[in-house]
Nanobody, 118 residues
Framework: QVQLVESGGGLVQPGGSLRLSCAASGVVFSDYHVGWYRQAPGKQRELVAALNSAGSTNYAESARGRFTISRDGAKNTVDLQMNSLKTEDTAVYYC????????????WGQGTQVTVSS
């Protein structure tokens, strides 16, 4: 059974940092394009950062220069390092895995809450 589990969320002050981690069981991340999404209250879910199976990255304009997505093959995790956090980064963050050869195969984690507040 495939499972994606996010961790690392929490409450942080503006300007602070958090590191989110998405751990997979039942899939190997190197076979998937992986994205971190977020959804704030009353807003649509949006892509924050993506890492394709070849290792290329892509970032939303709001995240570029502050967030870094990376993959640890040994641990089978994909992390999102978030620095210089702003109040507008407050959202539930989700991990998504999309199979590199079959886009109908996709999985979501349950999400982790990130709250940026003083």
């Amino acid at each position: 059974q495939v499972q994606l589990v996010e961790s690392g969320g929490g409450l942080v002050q503006p300007g602070g940092s958090l590191r989110l981690s998405c751990a997979a069981s039942g899939v190997v991340f190197s076979d998937y394009h992986v994205g971190w999404y977020r959804q704030a209250p009353g807003k649509q879910r949006e892509l924050v950062a993506a890492l394709n199976s070849a290792g290329s990255t892509n970032y939303a304009e709001s995240a570029r220069g502050r967030f870094t997505i990376s993959r640890d093959g040994a641990k089978n995790t994909v992390d999102l390092q978030m620095n210089s956090l702003k109040t507008e980064d407050t959202a539930v963050y989700y991990c998504n895995a999309l199979h590199k050869k079959d886009s109908s195969v996709a999985y979501w984690g349950q999400g982790t809450q990130v709250t940026v507040s003083s």
